[in-house]
């Protein structure tokens, strides 16, 4: 009977993608992956770091897996793992911890202790630092739903004051084009019909290669035969110059959206977050791209009760929030995370200021994309919808903008796509409902 694996993924789709590939290489030697919650006789747990409460989830479903089964096989890798492997030693129970330098190591770790047979007494760890540290090789060729998800970027030399990512990850590290572009044409044979290429810093693929940038990329996977859609993963504003917006503006391929991560809209947050931008150059970037892709959407994350933030920097916000128009904000209240700047500054905000602020925030959020929906219906014209899921006879998928379409139909229209006309916003407002056309 083959073994039961059940991997546990948290934090980023770079984390996701790397369970992926682990997952495909152990089903590889015949291991059976099982949902994590499930009584397993293997569990992974591929861990964040973003903030303190990452770290508490991360020792929770350590404990939880044990708790499945207490003769199971347990590995931890990921951010945590890579800055704080010792908490994680301390759990009894882990057998092995690897950081983010050579994650594909907990496959032969989980053979070497599959072919032992018996538990290690004390959890083997392999966290080397990651200076020097090359782009680690990984792959998939298996996809769910019609999108994959391609890591084509490690590492992050930002050196925001409220983040520990860099400590976590490292050095930016480039995957090479060749090995992207197999990635994607095997993707793409088998049926998948959107690639997402990300990484911890995707607009900085190509820095630690000789005269490549993200463009050349999206230019090489704009030519692979039969490519579906093509997004992008989290951007720096910055990376929107005109030259790069000239280009990617001509791909047939790049849908129209970009998630572009501001974390705030006052230059005085932003100045004290040592973001590599202000509020007048993301939204003359912003402008740029609406000039050359007049369909594009926009989606962000935005940080609201950074230290120091005054309610003139909250407006502000809020102000850059209804001048950018986007399609959705993710709003967080700030959390301090050991170990950075920002945990030890002075006027930490109270948590039901910023309370307050993530409802008052997303309220605005949500009259804005009712807005931008409500302009689309208008239109009346048709769209494409990829379909992707589909339940008790409703259809849903996105447009190429990545409007969430729901669609009446007798049949699933899983990874095809078809021309729709939207009609109405549903009663949550975050999505529309339409007919099919075709």
């Given at each position: 009977?083959?073994?039961?694996?059940?991997?546990?993924?948290?934090?980023?789709?770079?984390?996701?993608?790397?369970?992926?590939?682990?997952?495909?290489?152990?089903a590889?030697?015949?291991?059976?992956?099982?949902?994590?919650?499930?009584?397993?006789?293997?569990?992974?747990?591929?861990?964040?770091?973003?903030?303190?409460?990452s770290?508490?989830?991360?020792?929770?479903?350590?404990?939880?897996?044990?708790?499945?089964?207490?003769?199971?096989?347990?590995?931890?890798?990921?951010?945590?793992?890579?800055?704080?492997?010792?908490?994680?030693?301390?759990?009894?129970?882990?057998d092995?911890?690897?950081?983010?330098?050579?994650?594909?190591?907990?496959?032969?770790?989980?053979?070497?202790?599959?072919?032992?047979?018996?538990?290690?007494?004390?959890?083997?760890?392999?966290?080397?630092?990651?200076?020097?540290?090359?782009?680690?090789?990984?792959?998939?060729?298996?996809?769910?739903r019609?999108?994959?998800?391609?890591?084509?970027?490690?590492?992050?030399?930002?050196?925001?004051t409220?983040?520990?990512?860099?400590?976590?990850?490292?050095?930016?590290?480039?995957?090479?084009?060749?090995?992207?572009?197999?990635?994607?044409?095997?993707?793409?044979?088998?049926?998948?019909?959107?690639?997402?290429?990300?990484?911890?810093?995707?607009?900085?693929w190509?820095?630690?290669?000789?005269?490549?940038?993200?463009?050349?990329?999206?230019?090489?996977?704009?030519?692979?035969?039969?490519?579906?859609?093509?997004?992008?993963?989290?951007?720096?504003?910055?990376?929107?110059?005109?030259?790069?917006?000239?280009?990617?503006?001509?791909?047939?391929?790049?849908?129209?959206?970009?998630?572009?991560?501001?974390?705030?809209?006052?230059?005085?947050?932003?100045?004290?977050?040592?973001?590599?931008?202000?509020?007048?150059?993301?939204?003359?970037?912003?402008?740029?791209?609406?000039?050359?892709?007049?369909?594009?959407?926009?989606?962000?994350?935005?940080?609201?009760?950074?230290?120091?933030?005054?309610?003139?920097?909250?407006e502000?916000?809020?102000?850059?929030?209804?001048?950018?128009?986007?399609?959705m904000?993710?709003?967080?209240?700030?959390?301090?995370?050991a170990?950075t700047?920002?945990?030890?500054?002075?006027?930490?905000?109270?948590?039901?200021?910023?309370?307050?602020?993530v409802?008052?925030?997303?309220?605005?959020?949500?009259?804005?994309?009712?807005?931008?929906?409500?302009?689309?219906?208008?239109?009346?014209?048709?769209?494409?919808?990829?379909?992707?899921?589909?339940?008790?006879?409703?259809?849903?998928?996105?447009?190429?903008?990545?409007?969430?379409?729901?669609?009446?139909?007798?049949?699933?229209?899983?990874?095809?796509?078809?021309?729709v006309?939207?009609?109405e916003?549903?009663?949550?407002?975050?999505?529309?409902?339409?007919?099919?056309?075709?």
């Amino acid at each position: 009977m083959n073994k039961t694996v059940g991997i546990l993924t948290l934090g980023c789709k770079v984390n996701q993608y790397e369970s992926e590939a682990i997952g495909e290489s152990l089903a590889s030697h015949g291991f059976l992956l099982c949902p994590p919650s499930d009584v397993c006789d293997i569990y992974i747990i591929n861990t964040c770091t973003v903030t303190a409460e990452s770290d508490r989830k991360a020792r929770q479903f350590i404990r939880r897996a044990l708790s499945h089964n207490p003769d199971a096989f347990v590995l931890v890798t990921g951010c945590m793992a890579q800055t704080d492997a010792e908490s994680i030693r301390q759990i009894e129970g882990v057998d092995f911890i690897c950081g983010n330098r050579n994650k594909m190591a907990i496959v032969n770790a989980t053979l070497a202790l599959c072919a032992r047979g018996k538990k290690n007494d004390a959890p083997e760890i392999d966290v080397p630092s990651l200076d020097g540290a090359d782009f680690e090789h990984m792959s998939i060729c298996r996809f769910g739903r019609t999108r994959a998800y391609i890591k084509i970027e490690d590492g992050c030399e930002s050196r925001c004051t409220y983040c520990i990512i860099p400590a976590a990850r490292g050095h930016i590290r480039s995957k090479p084009m060749e090995a992207v572009l197999d990635e994607v044409r095997t993707l793409t044979e088998g049926g998948c019909r959107e690639v997402v290429l990300t990484g911890i810093e995707t607009a900085s693929w190509g820095r630690d290669l000789d005269g490549a940038d993200l463009a050349d990329l999206l230019e090489a996977v704009d030519r692979v035969p039969g490519i579906g859609r093509v997004r992008l993963g989290s951007l720096d504003p910055t990376i929107m110059r005109p030259a790069f917006v000239e280009r990617i503006a001509k791909l047939s391929s790049l849908a129209p959206h970009f998630h572009l991560s501001m974390q705030s809209g006052s230059d005085a947050v932003l100045a004290r977050m040592k973001r590599k931008y202000n509020s007048t150059q993301a939204l003359s970037a912003i402008e740029r791209l609406r000039a050359a892709m007049p369909n594009v959407q926009l989606t962000t994350d935005i940080i609201v009760g950074f230290p120091g933030e005054t309610e003139q920097d909250f407006e502000a916000t809020m102000d850059f929030a209804r001048k950018a128009r986007f399609l959705m904000i993710h709003v967080f209240p700030y959390s301090k995370r050991a170990g950075t700047p920002a945990a030890i500054m002075p006027d930490q905000i109270p948590s039901a200021v910023k309370k307050q602020r993530v409802a008052t925030l997303s309220a605005l959020a949500a009259d804005i994309r009712a807005e931008l929906l409500d302009e689309l219906i208008a239109k009346g014209e048709a769209v494409s919808v990829l379909f992707e899921t589909f339940e008790d006879g409703i259809a849903v998928g996105h447009t190429p903008d990545f409007i969430e379409v729901r669609v009446s139909s007798p049949i699933s229209l899983h990874a095809t796509t078809h021309s729709v006309r939207l009609t109405e916003r549903t009663a949550d407002g975050t999505a529309c409902l339409g007919q099919l056309l075709d």
